[in-house]
Nanobody, 121 residues
Framework: QVQLVESGGGLVEPGGSLRLSCAAS????????MGWYRQAPGKERELVAR???????KYLDSVKDRFTISRDNARNTVYLQMNSLQPEDTAVYYC???????????????WGQGTPVTVSS
């Protein structure tokens, strides 16, 4: 079994910062792309940022220059540093990773349970 555990969400004032972490554990042979998604109330889940195995990253336009995604392959962990947070960033943030658990098996997308982020004064 493989699981992703997120941490770091919470309540922050506009202009503040938070750092989300997501650690993968279990019978892992390899991890491909890792990413962060978010879902605000009444809206569809959207990709915030994703990072390939060796560091190439892509961002949602509205978070470019404010958010930074990074990963520690030795720790099977992905991070999302969020600066200059705004009320429109309020959402539940979900971690996703493509994980290989069998030598001849595929990489399978796996979701974390989500961590809420609320930006409010």
């Amino acid at each position: 079994q493989v699981q992703l555990v997120e941490s770091g969400g919470g309540l922050v004032e506009p202009g503040g910062s938070l750092r989300l972490s997501c650690a993968a554990s279990g019978s892992i042979l390899g991890i491909g792309t890792m990413g962060w998604y978010r879902q605000a109330p009444g809206k569809e889940r959207e990709l915030v940022a994703r990072i390939m195995t060796f560091g190439s990253a892509k961002y949602l336009d509205s978070v470019k220059d404010r958010f930074t995604i990074s990963r520690d392959n030795a720790r099977n962990t992905v991070y999302l540093q969020m600066n200059s947070l705004q009320p429109e960033d309020t959402a539940v943030y979900y971690c996703n990773a493509n994980i290989k658990t069998r030598a001849l098996g595929p990489y399978v997308g796996t979701w974390g349970q989500g961590t809420p982020v609320t930006v409010s004064s």
